[in-house]
């Protein structure tokens, strides 16, 4: 398998999740602000120019994070990274979109590229501060899915890697702080060896 990944972007979570499965696979860095996502040597693998982006061996792509994840999930099971019974994987997938979908592209994305929203500069910090609203929301419902238990889909599961990265971004990045349960999750995720592997292996430790 090879993963294209750009160090500290949404593909974190990923990247975590093949050190958990530990499966040989090649990662190959993509360098987001020199615009390599937009260059026909990327374009050529995947051309909605994001990532994560998964070559799989027999040379398929795979896109997007939560269908990523759910496949790796599925076709590693020993990793036990699925959660036993449709329920349960139907939660993990659930927490999973919510922190790419809504987390991640309706409030990270307006703290870090407020023109995509708005055109005039004038209006930038409101969409700012409309994005860290939208987040600090999000994280109180995922604090509230963590009550009473370690990780979101009661064993550990492809959906923590998604919470990971974006907790990621606000308390690592931003400095800003975590409700209690959510908190006590990211402290959980930091102190596994394949996030810890990840975090060195992207620069980020």
Not at 128 to 147: H, P, T
Request: hydrophobic letters at 45%; proline letters at 6%; one cysteine or more.
């Amino acid at each position: 398998m090879k993963l294209y990944y750009a160090p500290g972007a949404c593909s974190l979570g990923i990247h975590v999740l093949l050190e958990e499965i530990g499966t040989p696979y090649d990662a190959v860095p993509v360098n987001l602000r020199e615009g390599a996502q937009f260059k026909p040597e990327f374009t050529g693998v995947n051309p909605k120019s994001k990532v994560p982006t998964l070559e799989r061996d027999d040379g398929s792509v795979l896109t997007e994070y939560p269908a990523i994840a759910f496949w790796l999930a599925s076709r590693y099971p020993t990793a036990k990274l699925m959660p036993v019974g449709m329920d349960a994987q139907a939660r993990a997938l659930e927490c999973a979109d919510f922190c790419v979908a809504t987390l991640h592209m309706q409030g990270f994305s307006r703290i870090f590229r407020p023109a995509n929203f708005a055109p005039s500069e004038a209006d930038h910090e409101a969409v700012k501060a409309r994005g860290a609203e939208i987040f600090s929301k999000g994280l109180a419902l995922m604090d509230k899915a963590l009550e009473g238990k370690e990780w979101l889909a009661g064993d550990y599961s492809f959906a923590d890697s998604a919470l990971f990265y974006v907790c990621f971004w606000w308390s690592g990045r931003l400095n800003k702080d975590l409700p209690a349960n959510v908190a006590a999750h990211y402290a959980r995720m930091k102190a596994r060896p394949a996030v810890q592997r990840t975090l060195a292996a992207e620069g980020l430790a």
